[in-house]
């Protein structure tokens, strides 16, 4: 008897580690798929990228900073202009 209930305990834990197995295999391929469909979703909305975001993101700063490099010299020149007596 207890020779069978040692395979019965046995058999059973083998299930139960198979059956770990296959729920761990049927977790990675839902969030497979789901990771699929997220990326598919994206591209289907037009979404950009990080790295195209990254680079505009950039190149908006550049240009903030070469407009206020390029408003400082302008005030600095309107403000020669009328030291000279010239347009207001």
């Known amino acids: 008897m207890t020779q069978t209930s040692n395979r019965i305990f046995d058999e059973l834990a083998k299930m139960m580690t198979d059956a770990a197995g296959a729920a761990q295999g049927a977790q990675r391929e839902v969030e497979t798929f789901m990771r699929a469909q ?3 979703m994206l591209r ?9 975001f990254e680079a505009v ?3 908006a700063e550049k240009a903030r900073a070469e ?8 005030t600095a020149l309107e403000a020669a202009i009328k030291k000279v007596g010239g347009a207001p």
Do not use: F, P, T
Not at 44 to 52: A, G, I, L
Not at 67 to 74: F, G, K, M
């Open 57 to 59: 993101r950039a190149m």
């Open 38 to 40: 997220g990326e598919k």
């Open 67 to 74: 407009n206020e490099r390029l408003e400082a010299r302008i």
């Open 44 to 52: 289907e909305m037009d979404v950009v990228s990080r790295e195209d």
